[in-house]
């Protein structure tokens, strides 16, 4: 089988890599010339892991190609994945004009029967005007070609995005015919063979089943961030209450770490674009601003607690960071907690010393030269009065705590991922801060 898929970014790449790793025939399609150009030569704009590999070597064997020239790319596709972005336009919505460029494309340009399958994640009822964008073409070509259009809205995880791909918990397809779902069945089957489903619906239903698996994941961390708040103040242990709750099944252990709140490309966005959806419908999503609400208080969490700490003089202060990206194994800054830790340090007159393993180039697209920065982790804390945990990269779990209480000035670490242990933090000599639990005992410098 031989399919496209159009826009080559993250979820793009991802998609296009494993279906041809499982022996389909795929094309990749940007308007970028660079961005081809580059990975036509092997260079991947982006980082995950094993993304790099599996894209050379499936160019190699001549399964997955590379080019900006979507007609071409048609030629014998029975199948076109649109994975394009859809950036938050002024008012919070997502912005679908490129989604419906590409539909225009395939209406200009396909001959053939066609399957349009939208995976990037769009508001509800977007597919309906992919059919009329595309419908609009053929008219003007005066033809008359059949095709159809699909939903199959993706749960990639940023950093393990492969193998979600590889072996996902499930697939989502929504379609509207027959021809749709037999294509979409023979595509996934490779995927579905250890039992996982593909799960098909309406059209509808698939779009909406996208926002409701992040919303309700986004409102599990901003309810355990706002009970992690809570225990501090009545003095008990989120770690604990994390491990009593989630042992009930009905519950469940994941996606429960307090910290200092969500970030990334898809929970902020999809979180208000629902909100969005509902208020265009005269509905009010009230758990759902409640759960942005929280998230947004959390990420300064962190930094109210420095400035508790130095007792509101952060001026001249030099704060060290470890982490940046809004989660380990990525170099994604968007909507990272590191943004408003770093926006508030620099305002209050902080300097600010930052190390992350990978996420420095895409750091300075956002701090420019405000702050500084380290490719050892140990060398931020030189003559700097704290050290704050911002993301939780294996590399920070077992630092030399020696080390890191001769360098810092005063030893004070604040860990907004909890990764430490308040006992062992307490040996070492460090006054220790996390989420969630009352360290501050005999805590506050004097
Ligand atoms: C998410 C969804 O998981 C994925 O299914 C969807 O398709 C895209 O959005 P991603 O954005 O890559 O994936 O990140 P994820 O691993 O889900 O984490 C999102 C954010 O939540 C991160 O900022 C992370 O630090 C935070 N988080 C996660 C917590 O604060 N606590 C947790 O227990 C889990």
């Given at each position: ?8 970014g ?132 005066n033809?008359d ?41 023979s ?10 489903p ?45 491990k ?52 947004k ?14 007792k509101?003089a ?61 490719e ?8 700097a ?62």
């Open positions: 089988m031989k399919i496209v898929i159009v826009g080559s993250y979820v793009g790449l991802v998609t296009g890599a494993c279906f041809s790793e499982v022996g389909i025939d795929v094309t990749c399609v940007d308007i970028d010339r660079n961005k081809i150009d580059n990975l036509n030569k092997g260079i991947i704009p982006i980082y995950e892991p094993g993304l790099e590999d599996m894209i050379t070597r499936n160019m190699k064997k001549g399964r997955l190609s590379f080019t900006t020239n979507i007609a071409e790319a048609l030629k014998d596709s029975e199948v076109l994945f649109i994975s394009v972005g859809t950036p938050p336009d002024e008012d919070g919505s997502a912005d679908l004009k490129y989604v419906l460029a590409v539909a225009r494309d395939c209406g200009k340009h396909m001959n053939d029967y066609l399957l349009v399958v939208t995976k990037s994640t769009v508001p509800v009822g977007t597919s309906i005007k992919v059919k009329q964008a595309l419908q609009e073409e053929l008219d003007k070509r033809i070609i059949e095709f159809d259009v699909a939903s199959n809205p993706e749960f990639l995880k940023e950093g393990a995005a492969i193998d979600d791909f590889l072996k996902p918990d499930r697939i989502v397809v929504g379609i509207e015919s027959e021809r749709a779902e037999d294509l979409m069945k595509l996934y089957k490779p995927f579905t063979l250890n039992g996982h593909v799960i098909f619906m309406d059209i509808i239903s698939a779009e909406m089943t996208k926002y409701a698996a992040n919303s309700m994941l986004a409102t599990k961390i901003s309810f355990i961030n706002d009970i992690a708040n809570l225990c501090e103040i009545v003095g008990a242990d989120i770690n604990k209450v994390r009593g709750i989630g042992s009930d099944s009905r519950i469940g252990h994941k996606f429960l770490y307090a910290g200092i709140g969500y970030g990334g490309s898809c929970f902020p966005k999809d979180v208000q674009a629902l909100i969005k959806t509902a208020s265009e419908f005269n509905y009010e999503l009230r758990v759902l601003k409640a759960v942005e609400a929280v998230n208080d959390q990420k300064l969490i962190l930094f109210n607690k420095i400035t508790n700490y130095f509101g952060i001026k001249g202060k030099t704060i060290a960071l470890w982490g940046l990206s809004f989660k380990p194994q990525t170099d994604d800054m968007r909507e990272a907690p590191s943004l408003d830790v770093v926006k508030n340090l620099l305002e209050a007159g902080a300097i600010v010393k930052a190390y992350d393993p990978i996420a420095i180039n895409e750091a300075k697209h956002h701090f420019g030269d405000t702050i500084l920065y380290y050892d982790q140990y060398e931020t804390l030189i003559d009065d704290c050290l704050a945990i911002l993301t939780e990269w294996p590399e920070f779990k077992i630092p030399n705590f020696k080390i890191v209480r001769k360098l810092l000035n005063t030893p004070a670490i604040f860990d907004g991922r909890n990764i430490y242990d308040r006992e062992e933090m307490k040996e070492n000599g460090f006054d220790y801060f996390c989420i969630g639990i009352d360290t501050s005992k005999n805590n506050v410098k004097s």
